[in-house]
T-cell receptor, first 114, second 112 residues
Framework: QKEVEQNSGPLSVPEGAIASLNCTYS??????FFWYRQYSGKSPELIMS????GDKEDGRFTAQLNKASQYVSLLIRDSQPSDSATYLC??????????????FGGGTRLMVKP | DAGVIQSPRHEVTEMGQEVTLRCKPI?????LFWYRQTMMRGLELLIY????????DSGMPEDRFSAKMPNASFSTLKIQPSEPRDSAVYFC??????????FGPGTRLTVL
């Protein structure tokens, strides 16, 4: 079982809709969670970080964390064609022993259709 | 800040040749990471450094790969000898403490 799992997609949503991206992780000790966006041919770019249970909002993006269910999600409201990219979930599984080492999921490809 | 700088951006070489990839982290960052990304395997951590010291190199695929960080502003990833299966995009990233990792633009390596 992979430590960080994502549905590879593609996830196709119409422009203006809410896109919901999901990620599960295996280690209950995980403490830090990140969402990166990667456009084709570009490097990953951090868009959200979340450290405690609940929701964190930043503009059109909302990250949700449920440590009991070992689940983190990213909601994108009013999706735009420019949001079309691969979204990578990253987890710091063991900050006490492994410093800032992140484990990445395989990514979900999002397509927003005009 | 200029962000993480990597060179070269593209490298095409022949099997058996030595390849050296270079990275300059963001000034003041104390963590440096080398990743490899392929379609088949996604984004894989190869090695990371904290305060110029290698902490975990368990992701380095084999002895042909080596990485150094002689000072806080420079790191290299070397492949010798290179093989076609090493073809990938290699990213360097840096962070300050347990904070967010910032990625460089990557080096696209093609081994013929």
């Amino acid at each position: 079982q992979k430590e960080v799992e994502q549905n590879s997609g593609p996830l196709s949503v119409p422009e203006g809709a809410i896109a919901s991206l999901n990620c599960t992780y295996s280690d209950r000790g995980s403490q830090s969670f990140f969402w990166y966006r990667q456009y084709s041919g570009k490097s990953p770019e951090l868009i959200m970080s979340i450290y405690s249970n609940g929701d964190k909002e930043d503009g059109r993006f909302t990250a949700q964390l449920n440590k009991a269910s070992q689940y983190v999600s990213l909601l994108i409201r009013d999706s735009q064609p420019s949001d079309s990219a691969t979204y990578l979930c990253a987890v710091n599984i063991d900050p006490g022993n492994a410093g800032n080492m992140l484990t990445f999921g395989g990514g979900t490809r999002l397509m927003v259709k005009p | 800040d200029a962000g993480v700088i990597q060179s070269p951006r593209h490298e095409v070489t022949e099997m058996g040749q030595e390849v050296t990839l270079r990275c300059k982290p963001i000034s003041g960052h104390d963590y440096l990471f080398w990743y490899r990304q392929t379609m088949m395997r996604g984004l894989e951590l190869l090695i990371y450094f904290n305060n110029n010291v290698p902490i975990d190199d368990s992701g380095m695929p084999e002895d042909r790969f080596s990485a150094k960080m002689p000072n806080a502003s420079f790191s290299t990833l070397k492949i010798q000898p290179s093989e076609p299966r090493d073809s990938a995009v290699y990213f360097c990233a840096s962070s300050l403490g347990l904070g967010e990792q910032f990625f460089g633009p990557g080096t696209r390596l093609t081994v013929l």
